[in-house]
């Protein structure tokens, strides 16, 4: 078996699971900032659902899998924040783009491809 190339984004996949790992992506570079800024730990999932979007990029099943399950911990801490601590509209955004992504992941599109076309 050939060594492929690594890639960060792959153009061929459904815009479902495209913008499923730039939500990833950038979701990652925020929490970086954030734990840098504030010391915070909860949005240190969000580097798992990175690595999971490094993994869709590259069309492993694994990758897709982890994406999905740190994105289910977020979008549930988020649920969390927001029914016990703040309902500010810093959080409704966080909750929001929270679901989004999940919504993105678990779309049948997406499911449908990563099930076809994943290894």
């Known amino acids: 078996m050939a060594n492929e190339p690594r890639k960060w984004f792959d153009q061929s996949q459904p815009q479902t699971l495209q913008a499923a790992v730039l939500l990833c992506?950038?979701?990652a570079a925020l929490a970086i900032i954030y734990v840098i800024a504030f010391g915070a730990a909860l949005p240190l999932i969000l580097l798992a659902a990175a690595i999971g979007a490094n993994g869709i990029a590259n069309e492993r099943r694994w990758g897709y899998w982890v994406a999905v399950?740190?994105?289910?911990?977020?979008?549930?801490?988020?649920?969390?924040?927001?029914?016990?601590?703040s309902q500010?509209?810093?959080?409704?955004?966080?909750?929001?783009?929270?679901?989004?992504?999940?919504a993105l992941l678990l779309h049948?599109?997406?499911?449908?491809?990563?099930?076809?076309?994943?290894?």
């Open 69 to 85: 399950v740190a994105a289910a911990i977020y979008v549930a801490s988020q649920l969390v924040l927001f029914v016990m601590i």
């Open 25 to 27: 992506y950038l979701n």
């Open 88 to 102: 500010s509209l810093g959080q409704i955004l966080n909750l929001a783009f929270a679901a989004v992504l999940i």
């Open 108 to 119: 049948p599109e997406s499911r449908h491809y990563q099930r076809i076309w994943f290894k």
